[in-house]
């Protein structure tokens, strides 16, 4: 009998454990998509610990885009007017090399920029931070995670010391009071999320609340919506704090024992009275003071976040804000309790290990701290002070270093920036200002393909051996159960080439991806992402394995499922600390000529943008074209029918949407999803709209939220909108 290949989902953070076996199995019919392609089976993982078999519509289709318009050979042209050109890879690695060579001349390493993706596995991300950071000496890694977890990231970081998810997924199922904000679990994290619905629904005791402006489907799920405006959620956080206080639901001995700088923090919330709460956030009083009530009156507290939260100029400030709840009832360090972000991407976790981002280094260190880079360095084998102390260019850092011909080299791999990242026609400009842009990707075409002088075909999920943890810290060996498309290659082998050709032999000899991780596992020695006992050898022979886990730990059978169960922190005085912070708002509110606001998110069976979701018949059927939600209220305002094509204006740029009018939206706000780049829909890139105003802590911009005017397009209807997503559904249908 022909054994699964065991691997990990390669779209969300929850990371289910998937089963993959392939087309044709000995005396059985090859198994086939409607096209009549063969396709590889992919079902649950029964025996993976964190998702027990269980797969959402993704996981279970992911196989049908593995072959689909794959880049399968490196190009390269001289200028982005002309064709691509076929190229060797010899020719495409002289190429990268000699421009990276010349930038050291002429610009010096600062003008080399690597933006990478949570998408990656963890060995592709380590090896491109010993190439940035340790051997060219520059700390400009960034990766999509910048739009995603940083503010988390920064959050964790400022209130306990280090980064690092405290919680897991039993959690879900061990809480009184589950608090969910700015998350649309059920569309975006769904095994998480149906966790969390069957055992909810079991016990009536338990209570779910879900803070978000729309009435998604998590909302639906809830005992209590508060639908607050966006960018309240401090207010409200501090409001339900007010009350905590005021009715005696605080833990003074875990306060005094545990944290510090509790009365900076009292201070703050004393500000934040019920009834102007109320009213700032747009909810009822009643409601305020029973989300209050049933977080005062819970055991055990559990609040999940992700992007409402983390994508705001304030991202930082509401992370710790919330954080602020738990130490204040000290629902922390035990079951059923504790502030769990929600990773976006399957490997952002594994990022943040690796020091994935242009202001940390692997191991859970930070640029900033001397004796961080002199332990990398001297692990690297490079000379002490190779390693620049200054933080690298951000996400946005890069658009402006183009904008200011800073950089001499940008090189985008596993990220599709020219649809993802916000104000879309500045980015845009930027990268077609760029002197020489490298882009790695295992689809072509996509909109950044664009904006390269060379594409080089990567190696996907299935095709490259490695490793990647999910929101709760677990890490899962990734195998190779096919060959490469093409000459498509792994990102780590293609960044460990130019590492040799550029002459570092010695630190890019890896006979595999397992001598990769073995060797990366080494630099979290004692750090608290300790992972010293996951190998690839260790992975094969357990399964999946929760961090921390050192070499020693594995051997005596410890497991830490939760983090701080001590009740001690990774702050110099072992204490979590308070945030105190008022409410800022908006960074563009809405104003007389931008009367609305635009919010921005995902659709359950789209993955961000399309190049695989956009592939596949089931996902596209879902979610066959943009759209935007307005409430009936400006809908009648504005005279705007159902299906009727809105225009949005923002300061920006523009984009056209139909409408889909419901009461599930907060009135003057508007969501439109994400997913359509310029490749799947004609003007509807929602980052057309939005702006890169970040959190000053994280550098996160405020994808979430934009002031936007809408105007009705009468002449245009829905069925003269061009979305290709529905061009492609009719084609899907003449190929039945
Ligand atoms: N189906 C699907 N699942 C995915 C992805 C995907 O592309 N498709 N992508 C993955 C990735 S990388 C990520 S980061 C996660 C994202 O997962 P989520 O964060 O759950 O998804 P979003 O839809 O981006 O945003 C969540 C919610 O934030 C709300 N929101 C907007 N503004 C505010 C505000 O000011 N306050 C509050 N409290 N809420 C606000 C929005 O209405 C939205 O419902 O999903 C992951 N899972
Ligand atoms: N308005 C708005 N904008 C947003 C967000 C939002 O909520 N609202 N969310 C932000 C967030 S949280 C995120 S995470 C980003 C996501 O945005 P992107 O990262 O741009 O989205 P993806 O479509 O996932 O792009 C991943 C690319 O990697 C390729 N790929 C897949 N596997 C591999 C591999 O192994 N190697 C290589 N080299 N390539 C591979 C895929 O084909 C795809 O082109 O969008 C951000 N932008
Ligand atoms: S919940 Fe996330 S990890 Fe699990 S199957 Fe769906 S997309 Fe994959
Ligand atoms: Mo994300």
């Known amino acids: 009998m022909t054994e699964p290949t065991k691997t990990l989902c390669p779209y969300c953070g929850v990371g289910c454990g998937l089963d993959v076996l392939p087309p044709a199995l000995p005396g059985k019919a090859t198994n086939r998509d409607k096209q009549g392609n063969p396709i590889w089976q992919v079902r649950g993982d029964r025996n993976h610990p964190s998702s027990q078999g269980k797969v959402c519509v993704k996981g279970a289709t992911v196989s049908e885009a593995l072959d689909k318009d794959r880049l399968k050979y490196p ?38 920029c690597m933006y990478g993706s949570g998408q990656f596995q963890t060995e592709d991300y380590y090896i491109a931070q010993k190439l940035l950071k340790g051997c060219l000496g520059t700390n400009n890694f960034d990766a999509n995670s910048r739009l995603c977890m940083s503010s988390a990231v920064s959050g964790y970081i400022q209130s306990f010391g280090t980064d690092g998810p405290p919680c897991c997924y039993d959690d879900l199922e061990e809480t009184d009071c589950a608090f969910l904000i700015g998350t649309n679990t059920a569309e975006c994290h769904p095994i998480i999320f149906n966790r969390l619905r069957v055992y909810h629904k079991k016990n009536k005791s338990v209570k779910m609340i879900v803070v978000d402006p729309r ?38 001995l875990f306060i005094d024992d545990c944290t510090k700088d509790f009365p900076e923090y009292a201070e703050v919330i004393r500000h934040y009275k019920p009834e102007l709460v109320a009213r700032k956030c747009g909810i009822r009083l009643d409601d305020l003071e029973k989300a209050a009530r049933w977080w005062g009156e819970s055991n055990r507290v559990l609040s999940l976040w992700s992007m409402g939260m983390n994508q705001s100029s304030e991202g930082t400030a509401k992370v710790r804000t919330l954080i602020n709840l738990h130490l204040m009832t000290g629902n922390i360090g035990k079951p059923g309790a504790g502030p769990f972000s929600l990773t976006g991407q399957p490997n952002a976790m594994g990022g943040r290990e690796a020091g994935g981002l242009a202001h940390i280094l692997p191991g859970y260190r930070v640029v900033k701290n001397p004796q961080h880079r002199a332990e990398v360095e001297e692990f690297w084998g490079l000379e002490p002070g190779s390693i620049s102390p200054n933080p690298g260019l951000t996400a946005w850092d890069m658009i402006t270093g183009l904008e200011q011909n800073q950089v001499g080299l940008l090189w985008i791999a596993a ?72 000459e498509a290659k792994a990102d780590w082998e293609i960044f460990a080439e130019v590492g040799r050709r550029l002459g570092f032999a010695e630190q890019f000899n890896f006979a595999d991806s397992a001598a990769v991780r073995r060797e990366f596992v080494q630099l979290t020695r004692n750090r608290p992402c300790d992972m010293t006992g996951i190998t690839n050898e260790t992975l094969s022979e357990f399964g999946p394995i929760q961090w921390p886990c050192s070499d020693s730990s594995k051997d005596e059978g410890v497991y830490n499922k939760r983090l701080y169960t001590n009740l001690r922190f990774n702050t110099p005085d072992g204490r979590a600390k308070f945030g105190a912070y008022h409410s800022k708002g908006l960074a563009e509110p809405p104003d007389p000529d931008y009367p609305f606001v635009l919010t921005t998110g995902r659709l359950y069976g789209q993955w961000h943008t399309q190049t695989r979701t956009g592939r596949i ?53 508007v969501f439109v999803p994400m997913h359509w780049g310029s490749l799947w829909a004609e003007l509807a890139e929602v980052n057309s709209l939005t702006h890169p105003e970040s959190c000053p802590d994280s550098l996160q911009p405020e994808l979430k939220a934009c002031a936007v005017q809408l105007i009705p397009v009468k002449e245009i209807h829905q069925t003269d909108f061009e979305s290709k997503n529905l061009i492609n559904q009719k084609l899907f249908a003449i190929r039945e």
Request: glycine content about 6%.
């Open 75 to 112: 190009m390269m042209r001289d200028s982005l007017n002309e064709p691509f050109q076929q190229v060797s890879w010899d020719e495409a690695f002289d190429r990268i090399v000699q421009q990276i060579q010349t930038v050291r001349v002429t610009q010096g390493p600062s003008g080399i």
């Open 215 to 252: 009435c998604t489907q998590t909302a639906e799920a809830a005992d209590l919506h508060l639908a607050i405006k966006p960018g309240t959620d401090i207010d409200l956080l501090n409001g339900i704090a007010h009350l905590l206080m005021r009715w005696g639901f605080f833990d003074s």
């Open 415 to 486: 990220t599709n920036p020219a649809v993802s990242m916000p104000d879309l026609e500045r980015t845009k400009a930027a990268y077609r200002k760029s002197p020489f842009t490298v882009y790695q990707d295992a689809y072509y075409p996509t909109e950044t393909a664009a904006f390269a002088h060379v594409v080089l075909p990567a190696a996907q999920w299935g095709e490259k051996t490695g490793t990647m943890t999910n929101s709760e810290r677990m890490v899962t060996l990734c195998p190779a159960f096919r060959s490469p498309l093409g």
């Open 617 to 669: 018949e089931k996902t596209v059927k879902m979610h066959p074209q943009p759209f935007i939600e307005i409430h009936p209220r400006d809908a009648a305002k504005l005279d705007i029918n159902e299906g009727e094509i809105i225009e949005v204006r923002s300061r920006r740029g523009m984009g056209r949407f139909p409408a889909k009018i419901t009461k599930g939206i907060t009135p003057e706000t």
